[in-house]
């Protein structure tokens, strides 16, 4: 029953999406994603499930992940003026790939 009420919770952020993208305000589309939806159930999991502590190292773990996040950002705004859209957002994805593969790694070796 759980897995159905986070796949609902993630439909309603896409149709947010969706309407937000063709209002007059079609920039607040991109903060929407940013919303903790997915955090909220993940540090609820992780505290229910495990120690604060771990729910702590978690939390330290998520202000980092805004990095690669910003690598995506950052990369995908210089690729759309040198490529066609669908090829500047795989360009993009693979940039936030590097940045939480080398995130992960950096995080496993000095963290665990």
Known sequence: MGLVIKALIGALVVILIGVLSKTRNYYIAGLVPLFPTFAL???YIVGTERSIEALRT???FGLWAVIPYMVYLISLYF?????????????????????AWLLISLWTRFHA
């Open 41 to 43: 159930i993940a540090h």
């Open 58 to 60: 978690t939390i330290v």
């Open 79 to 99: 690729f759309i003026g040198s490529m066609k859209l669908p090829y500047a957002l795989f360009c993009a994805v693979v940039c936030w790939s590097l940045a």
